[in-house]
């Protein structure tokens, strides 16, 4: 038998603590999946172009609209979306039990990362703090574009540690996963600047080498971001070539222009990394988020004086640096948004587990219990948020799925299958608005018609609505429908 002379009791008693965190990892993202999904209008909108490129049988280059409309997204997730398409046809579940498996495997390859170039400590604190973040769970219960960058994140760091090892093929692999990164968030540009770094810390930025390593280098680019090539090639550079003028645009005018960096500037970076960066450890609760940010300042204290004595692990020099320059980046853009924030889901916990394997040094059991009441709190929180969907609190993403169905379900009915989606909120002026409710219609045999005189108003609770004469509301949980009686 395959599993003779195997003690699966000595297995499981010795990887117990890893079984748990693992589990409950599991149990927290796919709870109820579902009907809660987290399915908003950008989501549903790579989905559809998915749909849309098996009927017409075209390869997308290009994806979402990034926060910069004029740049977009690498087209990987709609390419993912094609195969789920196919693969699932079109069933919702489907594609969440795919995303919320590549969150599961984000959080097997930092233990790994963690346990091989750190310590066995450090690996257990951070798969902790990244199985229980509340970020992270509502992260992986999204089928998005942003989904898969804590993924993509670990393999670049993987990828950067064997760079610094002078391994073969270093510079290949780190350029590749770079660009595979990159696919996914135009905000990680800046973070190619760690591949220089390491060689400059390896000592292989001699004129020598250089024309070597750009021979690793440059097929890696062309692979990595060969769509976005393509769709420059045949649209006069308004991509990639349009975004590189861009980035130095950027730069130049820190030091002076309306996007100099200043007080202002500093103040709205700095309120979304507490808003979201703090949702990392916690659902909206303030202490803990000041908690975990002095600890976080406090790793860098230990990256420092590691530095200064020469005995600065690699590994946990790469990530202090990667966070740095992935900060000042954002510093620079001056408007992050809650999709520029994954990446810290991995750098983050890594920071505060290697201070916290200092500051508890000796103290393992206090440690351990401080992280179970941190874990109960966060494990609550994320129920009492109903999984960060159909709540009426500040972290929530509007309505669930189900929710969402049974919206589609009255208009269909009510209408007769003639009705056009609409909504006095400022966010009718994106092209993707409702593209989730168009995909739930659309499953039920009955597309919007956009020509229809037959406006049904998709509104929240405060809606201005309620006050017009004429107008019928239905009520659900999260939001109201209005509409006019004929």
Known sequence: MIFKGINIKKI??????????????????????PNRIVFFDDAAYDIRQAQTAIENKTIPLLGIPSS???????????????????????????????????????????????EKYLSKEVSIIATTLMALSPLAIAQARMPYHTNPIPLALILFLFALMRLYEKKKNGVFFAVLSWAFLFQFE????????????????????KKAKIKSLLKEATP?????????????LQNGFSQLGLFIVWVGYRVVSLFGGKH????????VVSDAFIKYGGRIFSADIFLIN?????IIIYSFVVIYKGFKKKKLNKALEIVGVFTIILTAGYLAHGGPSEAYFPPFIILFPILVAVAMEQIFKGKLMILAGLLILWGGLNIRSVFDHNFFVSNSQDFSYSYSVGEQKKVVEFIIDHSGGDFKFDTTREIRKFDSVFDNLRLLSDQQGVSENPESKKYYYIEEKNSLLKEVPLTKVQHFPSVDVYYYEE
């Open 220 to 232: 890696a680019l062309g692979i990595g971001l060969l769509p976005q090539i393509i769709y420059d």
């Open 290 to 294: 000041l908690i975990f940010f002095v």
């Open 68 to 114: 910069l409309p004029r740049f977009r997204q690498g087209p990987v997730t709609v390419w993912a979306n094609m195969a789920l398409s196919l693969l699932f046809n079109n069933n919702l579940t489907g594609f969440a039990v795919f995303y919320i498996f590549l969150s599961l495997l984000a959080l097997v390859l930092t233990y790994e990362f963690c």
């Open 260 to 267: 100099s960096f200043g007080s202002d500037k500093l103040n």
């Open 186 to 205: 135009l905000a990680v540009f800046p973070t190619i600047a760690l591949i220089p770094y390491v060689l400059y810390r390896t000592n292989r930025l």
């Open 12 to 33: 499981v008693t010795a990887n117990l603590i890893l079984i748990v965190i693992f589990l409950l990892a599991t149990i927290l993202r796919t709870w109820d999946i």
